[in-house]
């Protein structure tokens, strides 16, 4: 499938089908801690990158396959919000299922009014504020210069003034520079002004695209856990992996979930439960020597990731 994967295993969303309505790595930011490596199509131009109906038919399809499902996620590899056809997405999926709808965004783009009014029948929207000043902003998210701190945060306030479900906060702390007793404080005064109704704690425990980014160490965490009043998701990672793209042969399952997160070995035996280790093994030694992947260590863990993907 080229839109629809997993059901990925989530602690915030349960076990969640994802929407990719954009193409690899297209974003108006470029963090330095992203899993994806650096943004490769760097834009804050909205685009329909694929037609509705060619999505919609996918999930369609998935659907078919998959009963036990708790979300339907529209991320990708990339900023879900520069997809101009997502607001008649939205609609068209609450039509086709009573599956609730979440929206995982880094929320630049909640600054438009037009884009506001697009998600309003969005169950549950997860945006991203991991700092407090536009120097800090700057540093670890690394925006397109049209977008402005100040301004995301007041699209963040009047999406909450018209928007009456959920708005899920995630915080991304990265070593050094926004793990400190005053970033923790100044982040919590804005999700103060903006009224999240839930605050989730993040750390980079993927391979990031800067290779000098590290975990705060779990001091600093609990602290911030208790300043935010967040729940914490640093460090959770689940095992199990799986693929509506059953179809297609392994080596390609592999890669299409390397478009979006790098993985370990033992989430890729769990794709595959009638291969056993050895021919997995096998299949990996292929990959490489085809240059298709390329093992990454980081946090004293080896990843998958597609080759060139930093």
């Known amino acids: 499938m080229k839109y629809v994967y997993g059901p990925v295993p989530s602690r915030r969303l349960g076990k969640s089908l994802g929407i990719s309505p954009i193409p690899d790595k297209t ?10 490596g650096r943004t490769t199509h ?10 509705v109906e060619e999505v919609l038919k996918e999930v369609q399809e998935a659907l078919q396959q998959e ?9 990708g590899e990339g900023e879900p919000l520069l997809y101009k056809g997502i607001g008649l997405l939205v609609t068209q999926l609450k039509q086709l299922s009573s599956i609730p709808i979440a ?5 630049a783009l909640l600054s438009q009014e037009e884009v506001r009014k697009e998600l309003l029948q969005t169950d549950v929207i997860l945006p991203t504020l991991d700092a407090y000043s536009e120097e800090q902003f700057r540093k670890i998210n690394r925006p397109h210069k049209e977008i402005k701190l100040v301004e995301v945060i007041e699209g963040l306030k009047e999406f909450r003034k018209i928007f009456h479900n959920q708005i899920w906060l995630e915080v991304m702390l990265v070593k050094d520079l926004n793990d400190d007793i005053n970033s923790i404080n100044e982040i919590k005064k804005i999700i103060d002004e903006i009224n999240v109704d839930r605050v989730y704690l993040n750390v980079p ?5 800067e290779s000098w980014v590290e975990i705060p160490p779990s001091n600093r965490l609990i602290i911030a856990q208790e300043i935010l009043k967040a ?7 689940e095992l199990l992996i799986e693929s509506v793209d059953r179809e297609s ?9 390397l478009k979006r997160h790098p993985l370990r070995n033992e989430q890729i035996y769990t794709l595959f439960p009638s291969m056993d280790k050895g021919e997995i093994d096998s299949m990996l030694n292929e990959m490489i020597s085809n240059k298709l992947i390329e093992a990454v260590e980081y946090n004293n863990k080896t990843f998958w990731e597609r080759k060139q993907a930093r």
């Open 249 to 257: 042969a392994p080596f390609e399952q592999i890669l299409n979930i």
């Open 103 to 107: 929206i995982i965004t880094n929320g």
């Open 27 to 36: 974003c108006n930011y470029t963090c330095v801690y992203c899993q994806l």
């Open 205 to 209: 425990i993927r391979p990031p695209a």
């Open 67 to 75: 009963k036990d499902i708790d979300f339907i996620t529209i991320v």
């Open 42 to 51: 760097f834009t804050n131009e909205r685009q329909l990158f694929y037609p």
């Open 231 to 237: 729940e914490s998701i640093a460090h959770f990672e």
